[in-house]
C-alpha cells in the first residue's frame, strides 16, 4: 500500500455551524456574475484589473475556498501534483527537505496542493497516482540511472517531469544540477590548489548498489577533470554511514591520498563525521589537506570549519521543474523544447582548502 501525505490541505473548523460560502456570494458582493468569479479564479479568460481586485476582495472578505471536488468535476482537474519521493534506504531525507518545501511553494503559488507519496512502490505507486485520477501530474525525484519506473511514466496520461536525470529518460522532461559540472569544477579547484591526488569519500552502500543517478555522474565529471589536469583520482566507497564509516573512510583516504591529499566528499551525510574524525587525529582542512564537499551553502557553513564547496542549489532545481511541469499543464503553451535543463553550481571558498599557491 502507498503511502499518501497531502500537504497544504485546506480544513473545513467551521463545524458545518455555519453555511459554506459559495462562488454566488462572491459575485453578489462583487458585483459580478458566478462566470465572471470563475474566469478569476481559473485564469481562462482576461478580466480587467478593477474586476480582478473587486473579486478578490469578495473572496478575501469571505474566505472563499472552492469546493476541490465541484472544480474537479467541472475542470476535470483535481489541482493536485504529486510528488514520488520513495524514502529508500541509504536517502537523506534532510537533504530533500529543500526540494519538498519549494516544490511545496510553488505548487501552492499556482493554487495546487501536493500529495506525497514516500513508499517505495515503484510502477505500481505511478500507476495508481494516475489511474485513480488523484492528481494532475507528477514529479519524479530519487532517480536511478537505469529506472524501471521511467519506461512506465512515459505511458501515463499526466504529465512528468523528473528531478534528476536517467541513463535514458524515454522523452520525459528532466530537471537536475549538472552533477558533471559539479565533480570538473571540484577537481579543478583542487588541481589550481597544487593537489596532484584527489580522494573522493563517497556513498553509502544502498545508494551505490541503486546506482542513483548523480552518483556516477558526479563521478564521471571529477573523473574527467582528473584526467585533464593529469591528477591521481580515487574514491572510497561505499562509506557506512556514522562516526565508524567516517573512520574507515578517513583511513582509506589517507593510505591512497599521500601527503596533503585533496579531499572531495559528495556525501554530505558524511561531511560532518569526516571532518570530525580529520580534527580527532590532529589534521586541519585547510592546513593539512584540502576538502571540498557537494552540499548546500546552508549546509557548508553550519559545520566547523566552515566548508568549501559545490552548491547543491536544490530550490533552484525545484522551482525550474515547477515551472516546466505548470507548461505541460497548460495547453495553450508549447512545452520546452529542450528535455534536459541542467541548472550549474557555484563553487565557494570557505576554510577547508589550502591558500592559492
Not at 530519487?142 to 522523452?171: C, H, K
Amino acid at each position: 500500500m502507498a503511502t499518501f501525505t497531502a500537504l497544504s490541505i485546506r480544513i473545513d473548523t467551521n463545524g458545518g455551524r455555519r453555511r459554506m460560502v459559495t462562488s454566488r456570494d462572491v459575485a453578489r458582493v462583487a458585483g459580478v456574475s458566478q462566470s465572471t468569479v470563475s474566469y478569476v479564479m481559473s485564469g481562462r479568460r482576461s478580466i480587467s484589473a478593477e474586476t480582478r481586485r473587486r473579486v478578490e476582495a469578495a473572496i478575501e472578505e469571505l474566505t472563499y475556498h472552492p469546493n476541490a471536488g465541484a472544480r474537479a468535476l467541472a475542470s476535470q482537474r483535481t489541482q493536485v501534483i504529486g510528488l514520488v519521493v520513495p524514502f529508500t534506504p541509504g536517502a537523506d531525507t534532510t537533504g530533500l527537505l529543500p526540494f519538498i518545501e519549494t516544490i511545496a511553494s510553488c505548487a501552492r503559488e499556482a493554487d495546487h496542493d501536493v500529495l506525497l507519496v514516500t513508499a517505495d512502490e515503484g510502477s505500481a505507486g505511478l500507476k495508481r497516482l494516475a489511474g485513480r485520477s488523484l492528481c494532475d501530474a507528477i514529479v519524479m525525484m530519487d532517480i536511478e540511472t537505469d529506472d524501471a519506473r521511467i519506461p512506465v511514466a512515459a505511458t501515463l496520461s499526466v504529465p512528468v517531469i523528473l528531478i534528476g536525470v536517467p541513463g535514458d529518460n524515454a522523452g520525459l522532461h528532466c530537471v537536475d544540477l549538472d552533477f558533471p559540472l559539479a565533480g570538473r569544477m571540484a577537481v579543478d579547484e583542487l588541481a589550481a590548489l597544487g593537489h596532484r591526488r584527489v580522494v573522493l569519500v563517497g556513498h553509502p552502500a544502498e545508494v551505490v548498489e541503486r546506482d542513483v543517478n548523480f552518483v556516477g555522474r558526479f563521478q564521471r565529471g571529477a573523473a574527467d577533470a582528473a584526467s585533464t589536469h593529469e591528477v591521481t583520482l580515487e574514491v572510497v566507497a561505499p562509506v557506512a554511514p556514522g562516526r565508524d564509516g567516517a573512520e574507515a573512510a578517513v583511513e582509506q583516504v589517507l593510505a591512497v591520498g599521500g601527503e596533503r591529499p585533496g579531499v572531495v566528499v559528495p556525501n554530505s551525510q558524511a561531511l560532518q563525521p569526516v571532518l570530525q574524525v580529520l580534527l580527532d587525529r590532529g589534521l586541519h582542512p585547510g592546513r593539512d589537506l584540502s576538502l571540498i564537499a557537494l552540499c548546500t551553502d546552508a549546509a557548508a557553513e553550519a559545520v566547523t570549519p566552515a566548508v568549501t564547496n559545490v552548491s547543491l542549489e536544490p530550490r533552484d532545481v525545484s522551482r525550474r521543474a515547477m515551472q516546466i511541469l505548470f507548461q505541460l499543464l497548460d495547453r495553450s503553451q508549447e512545452p520546452p523544447s529542450e528535455l534536459v535543463q541542467l541548472i550549474p553550481p557555484r563553487l565557494t571558498r570557505r576554510r577547508t582548502t589550502l591558500p592559492s599557491p
